[in-house]
T-cell receptor
Framework: GAGVSQSPSNKVTEKGKDVELRCDPI?????LYWYRQSLGQGLEFLIY????????KSGLPSDRFSAERTGGSVSTLTIQRTQQEDSAVYLC????????????FGQGTRLTVV | SQQGEEDPQALSIQEGENATMNCSYK?????LQWYRQNSGRGLVHLIL?????REKHSGRLRVTLDTSKKSSSLLITASRAADTASYFC????????????FGQGTTLQVKP
């Protein structure tokens, strides 16, 4: 499809395991965002990729979190040694890089750490 | 820290009534956007208002922006049960990088 695709849609993992969450942005979109949303809460900014610029990692909560974007397209968010407090919905969005443009969101990955 | 703060946190109205949600932010901006979220999943863009605009309409939606007060409001007129959702404002913080920061959201319930 033409939208932002995230996989898996749901992930249950054991505490201490590593997980990888994938985001396929809309073709041609140079900006890509990752957010985290706990139940009933707002969107917590994690990381922002814009073209070839260094990513803005200012929202990553700890060094257990990392993300990369290969070839300016697909992005992977990796959480190492997962903790129960990492349980949340992880949302990815993409947009064209220019001012005054909207972001398009994927349906998110619901991560549950047991 | 979150750039936008919405209020109220929750709003419950009857179908046909108008719903008003407010958003305050801290830094200067290039634009402010409103998004809607159903069932805790992906967000859908509703409307964008530029910093040099004061009011914008889209169907039953009306957005105002007051840059002197660093605040915006979203009005949904003649609400419907299908408008039940969470609504978020997002700003770019005039960073010119395109980075979007979201508020905590307002949960709207429209009773049929």
């Amino acid at each position: 499809g033409a939208g932002v695709s995230q996989s898996p849609s749901n992930k249950v993992t054991e505490k201490g395991k590593d997980v990888e969450l994938r985001c396929d942005p809309i073709s041609g979109h140079t900006a890509l965002y990752w957010y985290r949303q706990s139940l009933g809460q707002g969107l917590e900014f994690l990381i922002y990729f814009q073209g070839n610029s260094a990513p803005d990692k200012s929202g990553l909560p700890s060094d257990r979190f990392s993300a990369e974007r290969t070839g300016g397209s697909v992005s992977t968010l990796t959480i190492q040694r997962t903790q129960q407090e990492d349980s949340a919905v992880y949302l990815c969005a993409s947009s064209f890089y220019r001012l005054n443009t909207e972001a398009f969101f994927g349906q998110g990955t619901r991560l549950t750490v047991v | 820290s979150q750039q936008g703060e919405e209020d109220p946190q929750a709003l419950s109205i009857q179908e046909g009534e108008n719903a008003t949600m407010n958003c305050s932010y801290k830094t200067s901006i290039n634009n402010l956007q409103w998004y809607r979220q159903n069932s805790g999943r992906g967000l859908v863009h509703l409307i964008l208002i530029r910093s040099n605009e004061r009011e914008k309409h889209s169907g039953r939606l009306r957005v105002t922006l007051d840059t002197s007060k660093k605040s915006s409001s979203l009005l949904i007129t003649a609400s419907r049960a299908a408008d039940t959702a969470s609504y978020f404002c997002a700003t770019d913080g005039s960073s010119n990088t395109g980075k979007l920061i979201f508020g905590q959201g307002t949960t709207l319930q429209v009773k049929p």
